[in-house]
């Protein structure tokens, strides 16, 4: 049974890099530093990534991920 508490790895993702200010390409998170953040194994982070860049929420610069306008404007809805 799942914990309906839980959320996505790919919302839990955009949620981190919202709070860690990764919000432009000089702030940007490298996946080695994401996956200490967010306790998920370089497999769940890789899918979480591949999908949060399908979808427009974050963008990736020189290997690294930070979340764009679109990304911002999802993890505020949560709080509104």
Same mark, same amino acid.
């Given at each position: 049974?799942? &914990?309906?508490?839980?959320? @996505?790895?790919?919302?839990? +993702?955009?949620?981190?890099?919202?709070?860690?200010? @990764?919000? &432009? #390409?000089?702030? @940007?998170?490298?996946?080695?530093?994401?996956?200490?953040?967010?306790?998920?194994?370089?497999?769940?982070?890789?899918? #979480?990534?591949?999908?949060?860049? @399908?979808?427009?929420?974050?963008?990736?610069?020189?290997? #690294?991920?930070?979340?764009?306008?679109?990304?911002?404007? +999802? +993890?505020?809805?949560?709080?509104?």
């Amino acid at each position: 049974m799942h &914990n309906i508490y839980e959320i @996505a790895p790919s919302m839990r +993702v955009l949620i981190i890099l919202h709070n860690i200010s @990764a919000i &432009n #390409a000089k702030s @940007a998170k490298r996946i080695d530093e994401l996956r200490k953040i967010c306790c998920l194994n370089e497999n769940e982070l890789c899918f #979480a990534i591949r999908e949060l860049l @399908a979808q427009g929420y974050i963008c990736e610069c020189e290997g #690294a991920y930070y979340l764009n306008s679109l990304g911002i404007s +999802v +993890v505020r809805s949560i709080y509104t």
